[in-house]
């Protein structure tokens, strides 16, 4: 069965960083658009951020902009979720979604549930 594999989580104090990667498995995560969402316990998933299958474009929710950001190693099949100044707000499951919704050429990181590629999560936990 053809998913994605999110590694990187863990457990950080606030203000720490973390590094999330995504990888396809079965087939080449390059040929998609890929987004991040989360969810915190207790609460509805958030999409958070996206990046177009080119590496050209970048969304990125305004609870995470300025402090994450998303870059693709097509070579390595492989997406990254750089999260800087973490809060504890961040706790929760990230998950990585491949073949990502587009509009007018643009990934729309809220669309995670059309995604075609799922994968299991991550869990990042954010003490403060």
């Known amino acids: 069965q053809l998913h994605v594999v999110e590694s990187g989580g863990g457990t950080v104090q606030a203000g720490g960083s973390l590094r999330l990667s995504c990888t396809g498995s079965g087939f080449t995560l390059d040929n998609y658009a890929v987004g991040w969402f989360r969810q915190a316990p207790g609460k509805g998933r958030e999409g958070i951020s996206c990046i177009n299958r080119s590496g050209g474009g970048t969304k990125y929710a305004d609870a995470v902009k300025g402090r994450f950001t998303i870059s693709r190693a097509n070579t390595k099949n492989t997406v990254y979720l750089q999260m800087n100044n973490l809060e504890p707000d961040d706790t929760g499951v990230y998950y990585c979604?491949?073949?990502?919704?587009?509009?007018?050429?643009?990934?729309?990181?809220?669309?995670?549930?059309?995604?075609?590629?799922w994968g299991q999560g991550t869990q990042v936990t954010v003490s403060s």
């Open positions: 979604v491949g073949d990502l919704p587009a509009v007018q050429g643009m990934c729309v990181p809220t669309a995670f549930n059309k995604a075609v590629y």
